[in-house]
């Protein structure tokens, strides 16, 4: 390895740069257990009690030995069937709309289409049968990857949500063209729709921009969590190597042919986080960080709280009560100050579905149990006001809150933008169905009128590749960042680039949902024209706490300038995933967690930039320049983005110049047009 990938890391100011944990799990965190918590045979099994319904969760729910096949204690429901004159209509539109539609022809596109007709109409007149026809459809296409075409498609699955999709979609058009593209693989990927952005911003952008907010050399500490995972139902001594799915439970399975690995007590590459594993990291956090006897200034949290099941195998039950444990150990074991928390897409029932309020048939409130169980729990722990608490339960667990700083935090609900949704496949050539972003666009335009920086926390990255965001809402999301960086999202004025555009842009967007650590850069006028003048905002994609899958442990901590907040210097630390399993069989050490990296000293020996200028788009566009002209470069930010792990190759050939384009591309409508 090169000098350049040796460089010497310090730690954030007054925390340690290692910290080896305890190897007995710490059995004060509960008045109780349903199990032996000292045993290292055996994941630990609290008796949890929600504070908001003061339920106590059954042992059942979270015993690997006892895993639910199915909930049938839940209502699933379904759309209403159509009148038959309303039948009438509808057909004939969908006729026209397929024989309008310029991709029709003898291919698999075509079919897609036309098949997702015939689903439509037995959405609408018998939607009780659609699950079955569903699963009879992906048995014989051999569509599910498990081979468990009831279990993903049934109707105790994703079997009724997408009934409600198709009964509005309009499956011949652009709805059933992204359904087809996203969801299938069948048809090509459509262009983003075109925007008509005339009446959506209430203000022209200001010219010329409002002066910069001036540093005050104060530094504020902020904690970045993602993606803990949490697997009460992981199983110690199950097979960590298995076939399919995710790893570490009772019933996984191993091929013939396969090295079996025995689970570990602190989890494994292809598993979900056990207890042990989320409290040893709670436990580093504050040590690492220098927090011990003060706190952070905020935290935040971009999502994804609930362990990867089969969908089958999950419930409503099972989310609340993955809510309850992680914000109430966050509570107890880390000085968090305030955390500001957005909802990931395992973090809902069914996973990764969330439906628009527009949506009709009665179901338009189908998903506020979660929403206001969410807001519930985060005003309890005295994270946001009772106010921003019931913006959150009417708003998809989305919300602002206004610090007294001068810091305005908006959080989104991504899964309106998130491919596997089903609800996002009608009305998609809206962009915004759900309403989420008008609402983003009139809080930062409230920002803008009270001269505030703002915060954007979501939890799918908008860009960066084309396997999880949708083109066309992504492509709005981009113009909404446009219009209101730098003076909002971002910080002040671009004047000459070497000189005063250092100090540009507040890195104001913060996603997780990946697993890895990555960064996205958002340019001017669509990304016409990439370079460091026109780079404006930056969104960091957090690491995740989980292993899943094949990477180290990770979490982040920014050091942010109290006056500007922008990003001085980020301090990623990690635990080796590989050495997990010679912590078994003794009760002396957990997991040693490390400081992996500062992203300042990691990179800023490649550009010229002053001590004390921040983290901010231009930075990152100049390092990218580096990286063009340096392939060690990108090894290093590959390296560091799958967390020093084993299980991961150089970034060689055409990876080079591929992750250097998903650097710069915020949208996913940019990634197809200059990536794919």
């Known amino acids: 390895m090169t000098s350049l990938l040796a460089q010497p890391i310090t730690a954030a100011?007054?925390?340690?740069?290692?910290?080896?944990?305890?190897?007995?799990?710490?059995?004060?965190?509960?008045?109780?257990?349903?199990?032996?918590?000292?045993?290292?045979?055996?994941?630990?099994?609290?008796?949890?009690?929600?504070?908001?319904?003061?339920?106590?969760?059954?042992?059942?729910?979270?015993?690997p030995e006892t895993v639910p096949g199915n909930d049938t204690w839940e209502a699933h429901p379904l759309p209403s069937p159509a009148a038959p004159d309303q039948l009438i209509d509808i057909a004939y539109n969908q006729?026209?709309?397929?024989?309008?539609?310029?991709?029709?022809?003898?291919?698999?596109?075509?079919?897609c289409l036309a098949a997702l007709e015939i689903v439509k109409f037995v959405a609408l007149t018998a939607p009780e049968q659609g699950s079955n026809l569903v699963v009879r459809v992906?048995?014989?296409?051999?569509?599910?990857?498990?081979?468990?075409?009831?279990?993903?498609y049934g109707q105790y699955s994703l079997g009724p949500d997408i009934m409600q999709a198709l009964a509005l979609a309009d499956v011949g058009g652009y709805d059933g063209l992204a359904a087809c593209a996203y969801l299938i693989g069948a048809c090509p990927y459509p262009a983003a729709s075109p925007l008509n952005l005339?009446?959506?911003?209430?203000?022209?952008?200001?010219?010329?921009?409002?002066?910069?907010?001036?540093?005050?050399?104060?530094?504020?500490?902020?904690?970045?969590?993602?993606?803990?995972h949490i697997d009460p139902r992981y199983m110690i001594g199950a097979e960590a190597n298995c076939t399919y799915g995710y790893c570490c439970r009772a019933?996984?399975?191993?091929?013939?042919?396969?090295?079996?690995?025995?689970?570990?007590?602190?989890?494994?590459?292809?598993?979900?986080?056990?207890?042990?594993?989320?409290?040893?990291?709670?436990?580093?956090?504050?040590?690492?960080?220098?927090?011990?006897n003060s706190s952070f200034n905020f935290s935040i949290y971009t999502g994804d709280l609930v362990s990867h099941d089969l969908l089958n195998e999950l419930s409503r039950e099972y989310t609340v009560y993955t809510e309850t444990v992680l914000?109430?150990?966050?509570?107890?074991?880390?000085?968090?100050?305030?955390?500001?928390?957005?909802?990931?897409?395992?973090d809902t029932y069914q996973s990764g579905q969330n439906s628009p309020y527009n949506i009709g048939n009665g179901h338009e409130d189908q998903f506020d149990w979660d929403y206001e169980h969410l807001a519930d729990l985060w005003e309890l722990e005295e994270w946001i006001s009772p106010e921003a608490a019931q913006q959150a339960r009417k708003n998809y667990a989305a919300y602002s809150v206004q610090r007294q700083d001068g810091l305005r935090i908006v959080t989104l609900n991504t899964d309106f933008w998130f491919q596997p949704n089903v609800f996002n496949y009608f009305n998609l050539s809206s962009s915004d169905n759900s309403g989420m972003l008008r609402w983003l666009t009139d809080e930062l335009q409230d920002a803008e009128d009270a001269e505030e920086?703002?915060?954007?926390?979501?939890?799918?990255?908008?860009?960066?590749?084309?396997?999880?965001?949708?083109?066309?809402?992504?492509?709005?999301?981009?113009?909404?960042?446009d219009r209101y960086s730098p003076h909002v999202i971002a910080g002040k004025s671009k004047k000459r680039i070497h000189e005063e555009s250092k100090a540009d842009s507040v890195l104001g967007i913060f996603f997780g949902h990946t697993h890895m650590d990555m960064l996205t850069v958002y340019y001017t006028n669509n990304a016409t024209v990439l370079s460091a003048d026109t780079a404006q905002t930056v969104a960091w994609i957090g690491p995740s706490v989980v292993p899943v899958t094949n990477y180290n442990v990770g979490f982040r901590v920014y050091e942010v300038d109290s006056g500007t907040f922008e990003v001085l210097d980020s301090y990623t630390y990690y635990a080796d995933v590989n050495t997990f399993p010679d912590l078994d069989g003794q009760t002396e050490?957990?997991?040693?967690?490390?400081?992996?990296?500062?992203?300042?000293?990691?990179?800023?020996?490649?550009?010229?930039?002053?001590?004390?200028?921040?983290?901010?788009?231009?930075?990152?566009?100049?390092?990218?320049?580096?990286?063009?002209?340096?392939?060690t470069l990108v090894q290093m930010f590959s390296n560091y983005q799958y967390k020093s792990s084993i299980r991961y190759p150089p970034c060689t050939g055409i990876c080079i110049p591929n992750k250097i384009c998903s650097i710069r591309s915020g949208s996913a409508s940019l990634y197809l047009q200059n990536c794919a």
């Open 13 to 63: 100011s007054s925390g340690a740069t290692a910290y080896t944990a305890p190897g007995v799990f710490p059995t004060s965190l509960y008045e109780s257990y349903y199990n032996d918590a000292t045993a290292t045979s055996a994941e630990p099994q609290p008796v949890i009690s929600d504070p908001v319904t003061h339920k106590i969760y059954p042992y059942w729910l979270t015993n």
């Open 95 to 111: 006729i026209l709309s397929i024989a309008n539609n310029s991709v029709f022809g003898n291919d698999t596109c075509s079919r």
């Open 138 to 152: 992906c048995e014989y296409f051999n569509f599910s990857n498990t081979g468990d075409c009831g279990g993903y």
């Open 198 to 228: 005339t009446n959506w911003f209430a203000k022209p952008k200001p010219n010329p921009l409002p002066p910069p907010k001036q540093p005050t050399g104060e530094k504020l500490k902020v904690l970045h969590l993602s993606d803990l």
């Open 251 to 292: 019933n996984s399975v191993l091929e013939p042919d396969w090295t079996s690995r025995s689970a570990p007590r602190y989890g494994s590459f292809l598993c979900d986080s056990p207890y042990p594993l989320i409290t040893a990291t709670f436990q580093a956090i504050p040590v690492l960080a220098g927090t011990e």
């Open 327 to 346: 914000y109430d150990l966050m509570k107890r074991m880390i000085n968090t100050g305030p955390v500001y928390a957005v909802p990931g897409n395992h």
């Open 453 to 481: 920086r703002v915060w954007i926390l979501g939890h799918v990255p908008s860009g960066w590749d084309d396997t999880d965001p949708i083109a066309n809402p992504t492509n709005l999301f981009y113009q909404i960042v």
């Open 589 to 631: 050490f957990g997991p040693t967690f490390e400081l992996e990296y500062s992203a300042r000293e990691a990179y800023g020996a490649t550009i010229q930039w002053g001590a004390n200028d921040p983290l901010n788009a231009t930075w990152w566009h100049l390092v990218t320049e580096a990286m063009e002209t340096n392939s």
